[in-house]
């Protein structure tokens, strides 16, 4: 408290001193018989030095930080695409480092230079087509480049990926990722929010899982029973409010009940192998060295992004939407550790899209192992399928 | 002739002149200056909050989870128990901050300033085509303000401690939660985060009657630029003010009502269960049967204003500036129609570009490299236009009032900031940079930094013209050092965080303690750096404060024509009347930039000045 009081004091006391610093300031240059919107010679040449001041501390902060923490301080690319997307990075960055010193330089130097000379007029000269054609056609010819390249890389990147590349499912919710490996067949099984239960996280559809949704939705702990139940019973008395809430609860489930049983009955069997054999890890998304991905990304709740900055990868994860992106690792993680002398070095996956109060902290590790060491966690890994962990009772 | 036919409207309004009473002369005014400065002291205010805010979550960002008074004295134990900053409200903090400093500082505060000041006056107008109007869409702007402002009070689904009834108040705490671009689902789902409650509709309430505001506005400032021109002022001897504004306007007209849309479709899925961005959505454990709508929908619309917005922030900044730094050179403005082209450009491409906020998105890849290329389409409009600002500099006799400091920085700040949007166009480089600390430090050198300083250099420009006084120039250097170093300070470092792969939006870095310690202490450190030179540029500006009010009430009587400038504004008495000028409406004879033209007597000839004989129209 008492330093509140302080503080308020202190700016008051500081605001009148300053009220009459202005004051005699002003009766002073009254005095010289100044009019005071005339600014004195002194001031002009004053602040013209010290826009050359700050060009130096502007250019000399760029250097600065360049020095200490290297050009692009994120490390070498650890992809394929990564490394394509770095060349094309540094050489924008060359290109806009020079514009930026070039025009930068030009605008300070000129308002140093040109400051008023009392008896020196301005030179008068409204416009100059020549020079005006120039700065129109060469910086259109730079971006003519800069376009082409771009458009060149930005098809590699989002084309198709390559027949062979592995397909893993990665799935978003606050606060956290699931992957799913593609299992034996290297393919992912259909999946459905509406039959996310507790056994079934991702919601992958087999005619059992409709079968234990079906179930729950009917008979469940908060079941369509359970809630009529209550609401027809005699012996519980239901505030407004809370018999409200069970109704929009049972209309809600009966909605998803219908949904659920058209499923079911266009449902085949025979895609269920696909699921059967997926693996879903939650710990860690592991990777094989040279190895093309694809991968696809569903979103339970709100929209997040997958952003593996080591990859120079990045896709929005959005409900109602699968997206994709691919790339190949180029170096494990124990090479990167070596690289970057850095042996706690991780690879990560982050959500780079706000999503609610946990956002900062939603991660998963990635780790990049050898094709030996991979083979031999992906063989261990494949005796937890899906359909092995649904079954289990 | 108009002047003829304008004349006995000039009578009239002399005669109700003296009939005002206090009510119709500052507070529902109808005059276009008063409107203007009502903007602007409503802006300051607004600017303040969100600078205020921008502090309080630097402070965590700097020291993460150290207890601070600071907080504690403005969050309270809801907010920053111990004094620490609760995890949901840094969210809060960051989406008003971002909301309020583009939409009620920039747009309303400063569009709304010089439009309303500018317009009628160096047009020769006696006001505003519809003073009523124009009124109207002050008012609004300040509902919407004092509602935006009023959400950061939500607690459980209250205002201090007064229900909310119905739907509208379900639940919530804190304002709106989701980003200044209120993505849903994030924004529809109140179980999502606590500020998609109350908070959030206040939001949408809030936006909805700002953009009814600025179109009002934005109709009103058309009218006056395509109708009330005086004699003689032919749309190609505007100054360059007034172009901006008048696109300025257009790219409103043409783009606000797309967001309002896209907010009462959210309204919409909020309250009456549709599902227009709603799809497929299981939260908290609840599944929803909202099925086939598309987040992408509100992307495309929200960005359909939200890329228009910057230039709608941006072009006011450069027609001031433009201005000014004639003004002050001693030179014409170089290239004058080439400017105009450039503004032209910009405004028109400004409606096609939208998509290089979505490539990362899901959105179909060969749409964005659409997207790209009428993206870097505009850096050609802008880098002509900065070269006539170098080009403008050159030989001039430049001196250096605190408004013609700041027109150079924003010359400055446009470039740099600029430069790095080319980066970010690219759709293949965008991938790994984008929603990274390098976008926040983008906009806010291209876009927050260039208009804030247009915005000051407007203020200290115009400021005889407003309150007929002068501010002190001395006060007004160290002002302009202190924010201009200050300023670089802040964001340009966050190019380095940013490029290093640092998300925003991170309440703290800790995870990158889990996987590299290295870039940990990089961002640690920098953060530091920010978040320093962040309170001292904070600090710097009370030093403005005081000099804006100090001079409103103490400055020295401005005299006619402080800074020996050509446009008609200058031609009218220091004390405001109704109607402006008290005779006739000047007539003009030139274009505004005839400074230093050989063979005048003067280095400035104002554009009611005739033609000597034999002396060419530049
Ligand atoms: C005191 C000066 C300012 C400081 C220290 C500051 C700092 C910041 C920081 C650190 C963020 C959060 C970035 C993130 O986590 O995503 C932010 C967000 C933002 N700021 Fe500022 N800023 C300042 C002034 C401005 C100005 C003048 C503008 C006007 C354009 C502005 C517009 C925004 C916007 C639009 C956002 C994004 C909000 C969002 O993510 O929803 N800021 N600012
Ligand atoms: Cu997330
Ligand atoms: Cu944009």
Redesign the pocket.
């Known amino acids: 408290m008492e330093n509140k009081l302080m503080m308020i004091l202190i700016v008051v006391i500081g605001a009148i001193a300053l009220a009459q610093l202005v004051r005699v300031y002003e009766l002073t240059s009254k005095l010289r018989q100044r009019g005071e919107h005339e600014i004195p010679n002194r001031d002009n040449v004053f602040n013209s030095k010290l826009m050359l001041l700050f060009m130096i501390f502007q250019f000399g902060g760029f250097i600065y930080l360049v020095a200490k923490y290297g050009w692009t301080g994120r490390g070498p690319a650890a992809s394929i695409e990564g490394a394509t997307t770095d060349w094309l990075l540094n050489l924008n960055l060359i290109i806009i480092t020079a514009v930026f010193f070039l025009t930068n330089f030009l605008l300070f130097y000129f308002a140093y230079k040109y400051v008023k000379k009392p008896g020196v007029p301005a030179y008068f000269y409204p416009h100059n087509n020549k020079l005006e054609m120039l700065w129109t056609v060469v910086p259109a010819a730079v971006l003519a480049v800069i376009i082409i390249l771009g458009l060149k890389t930005w098809n590699e990147l989002t084309g198709p990926s390559a027949p062979n590349a592995v397909n893993v499912e990665l799935y978003s919710k606050q606060f956290g990722w699931v992957a799913r490996y593609g299992g034996a067949d290297n393919k992912l099984g259909k999946a459905d929010y509406k039959l996310i239960t507790s056994k079934n996280k991702l919601g992958l559809v087999t005619e059992e899982t409709l079968l234990a949704s079906i179930e729950q939705i009917e008979k469940g702990e908060e079941g369509i029973h359970k809630i009529e139940g209550q609401l027809n019973s005699n012996n519980i008395v239901l505030s407004d409010s809370v018999r409200k809430a069970y109704r929009e609860s049972l209309g809600n489930k009966e909605r998803l009940l219908r949904l659920l049983r058209q499923m079911q009955a266009t449902h085949t069997k025979k895609s269920d192998a696909s699921a059967y054999d997926d693996v879903i890890v939650e710990d860690k998304l592991v990777l094989r060295k040279n190895t093309p991905y694809e991968f696809t990304f569903r979103a339970e709740d709100v929209i997040h992004s997958a952003y593996f900055p080591h990859f120079r990868a990045q896709i929005n994860t959005v409900p109602g939407l699968v997206t994709r992106l691919k790339f190949t690792p180029t170096m494990t993680t124990k090479e990167y550790r070596s690289v970057k002398n850095l042996p706690t070095f991780n690879y990560i996956l982050m959500c780079n899209k ?1 999503c609610g109060s946990g956002h900062y902290q939603m991660k998963m590790l990635v780790e990049v192992l050898d094709e030996k060491e991979y083979d031999a966690w992906f063989k261990n890994k494949q005796k937890e399928t899906f359909k092995a962990s649904f079954l289990k009772k | 002739m108009a002047s003829v036919t304008h004349d006995h409207h000039a009578h009239d309004e002399h005669e109700h002149h003296h009939e005002e009473g206090f009510i119709s002369k500052y507070i529902f005014s109808q005059d276009h200056k008063m409107i203007g400065k009502q903007f602007l002291i409503t802006a300051v205010f607004m ?1 303040l909050v ?2 205020l805010l ?2 309080l ?2 402070i965590q ?1 700097a020291w993460p989870g150290e207890e601070s008074e600071f907080l504690h004295f403005f969050l309270g134990d809801k907010w920053a128990p111990k004094g620490v900053l609760d995890s949901e409200m840094y ?1 809060g903090l ?2 008003i ?6 939409f009620f ?2 747009t309303g505060g400063l569009s709304g300033t010089f439009s309303n000041i500018l317009i009628p006056l160096q047009l020769g107008a006696r006001d505003m085509a519809s003073g009523f109007l124009n009124m109207l869409s002050y008012w609004f702007f300040f509902l919407s303000s004092l509602i935006m402002f009023l959400s950061l009070f939500v607690m459980n689904g209250a205002i201090f401690g007064i229900d909310i009834p119905g739907e509208w108040g379900t639940s919530g705490n804190g304002p709106a939660m ?5 993505y849903p689902p994030l924004s529809a789902l109140p179980q999502a985060v606590s500020g998609s409650g109350f908070g959030m509709t206040l939001w949408l309430i809030s936006m909805a009657i700002f953009i009814a505001g600025s179109l009002i506005g934005s109709l009103n400032y058309i009218v006056t630029v395509l109708n009330l021109r005086t004699a003689g002022m032919t749309m190609t001897r505007m100054p360059l003010t007034i172009w901006a504004f008048f696109v300025t306007a257009i790219l409103g007209v043409l783009s606000f009502p797309v967001l309002l849309s896209a907010a009462l479709l959210l309204i919409m899925d909020r309250l009456a269960g549709t599902s227009f961005y709603l799809s497929d959505i299981m939260v908290k454990g609840q599944m929803l049967t909202n099925h086939g709508g598309s987040p992408l929908l509100f992307q495309h619309l929200f960005w359909f204003l939200g890329h228009p917005e910057v230039y709608i ?1 941006l072009l006011p900044a450069l027609g001031l500036s433009s201005e000014i730094i004639a003004t002050n050179a001693r030179k014409p403005i170089f290239g004058y129609k080439a400017m105009i082209g450039s503004i032209l450009a910009i405004g028109f491409l400004s409606f096609i570009v939208w998509g290089h906020h979505m490539f990362i998105t899901g959105m179909n890849p060969f749409l964005g490299s659409v997207f790209v290329f009428t993206t870097l389409l505009i850096a050609i409009p802008s880098a002509v236009k900065v070269f006539n600002y170098i080009t403008t500099l050159w030989r001039g006799s430049i001196v250096f009032t605190p408004a013609m400091l700041f027109a150079i920085a924003l010359v400055s700040t446009f470039i740099t900031g600029g430069v790095t949007g080319i980066i970010l166009a690219d759709s293949a480089l965008d991938i790994a940079i984008h ?1 990274t ?1 390098f ?2 430090a983008h ?2 050198i291209v ?3 260039s ?2 300083f247009g915005m000051f250099a407007g203020v200290y420009h115009w400021f005889p013209k407003m309150y007929g006084r002068m501010m002190n120039a001395r006060m007004g250097y160290a002002h302009f050092w202190i924010t201009l170093v ?2 670089y300070g ?2 340009f470092p ?1 190019h380095f965080v940013g490029i290093a792969g640092a ?4 309440y703290d870095y800790s995870v990158y303690g889990t996987f590299d310690t290295e870039s940990y202490g990089m961002i640690v450190d920098l953060n530091v750096v ?2 320093f ?2 309170i001292v ?2 600090l710097g ?1 009370a030093i403005f404060l005081f000099n804006f009010f100090y001079s409103i009430y103490r400055g020295p009587v401005a005299p006619t024509n402080p800074w020996k400038s050509n446009t008609l504004e200058w031609t009218t008495p220091v004390e405001h009347l109704h109607g402006n000028w008290p005779g006739p409406l000047p007539v003009v004879h030139r274009w505004p930039y005839d400074y230093s033209k050989p063979g005048a007597a003067e280095d400035f000839i104002p554009q009611n000045v005739p033609l000597a004989e034999g002396e060419e129209e530049h």
């Open positions: 706000i | 600017g969100a600078m921008s502090i979550f630097r960002l969210l960051v989406t901050h971002g909301t309020i400093m583009v500082l920039l989701a980003g200044w671009t209120v922030v929603d600390y976008v926040v906009f806010h876009m927050g930094m208009a804030v200050g300023a802040v964001f966050m998300p925003r939006r991170y920010i978040t030179f962040a540029a904070a500006q």
